[in-house]
Each structure stands twice: as C-alpha cells, then as structure tokens.
C-alpha cells in the first residue's frame, strides 16, 4: 500500500476504495474512481508499485 501512495501520489481514501481491476498492468495506470470532487481520473504507477500489486494478487487468490 505504501508503494502504491508513494508511486502515485493518492489520497488515502482514494487508496482504501482502490479495487484489483482498477489497475491497468499493461499500461501502468491507475483508474481512481471518484476522488477529490467526486470526479474519476487515471494516474500513472511505477512498476515497483505494479510489482509488490501482483504479489498481493498470488497471495490472496
């Protein structure tokens, strides 16, 4: 979670309604789904952030 914040720069509310299927691997994206304004945007995310997401992914499913 910390990676993902620091990577892209998200409020933390934004972070705790993050969904699996928000994030775009193969771009390197980030779809936030009403945030600041109640508005949806889409960031970019390094690929450090990708990597410990897809680690996450493994482990819990």
Known sequence: MLETLYSTGMRRLELIG?????????RGTVMIRQGKGRKDRMIPIGERALAWGDKYRHASG
């Open 18 to 26: 993050l969904k699996l299927h928000d994030i775009d691997t193969e």
